[in-house]
């Protein structure tokens, strides 16, 4: 089965529980990286879930990131 790359936009207090989950209970999801426009929040939560903290730009100019999950 190919997965899915995946990454959130959005590092809130609601992002905690989809990032848990997208990275843990979906086989078919690959969730590569998040994004917020707090820096530091997104270091954390990328940091928290072994994922990278991205900037909205290389999630959009990145061909492979297949599902964006908006979490604003």
Do not use: P, Q, W
């Not at 529980?17 to 990275?23: A, G, Q, S, T, W």
């Not at 917020?36 to 990131?65: P, V």
């Amino acid at each position: 089965m190919r997965k899915v790359k995946t990454a959130v936009i959005g590092c809130g207090a609601i992002s905690g529980i989809y990032l848990e989950n997208l990275k843990n209970m979906f086989s078919v999801i690959d969730l590569v990286g998040c994004y917020d426009h707090g820096e530091a929040k997104c270091r954390a939560a990328a940091d928290k879930h072994g994922i990278r903290a991205l900037t909205l730009e290389e999630i959009l100019e990145d061909d492979s990131i297949e599902l964006v999950v908006n979490l604003t």
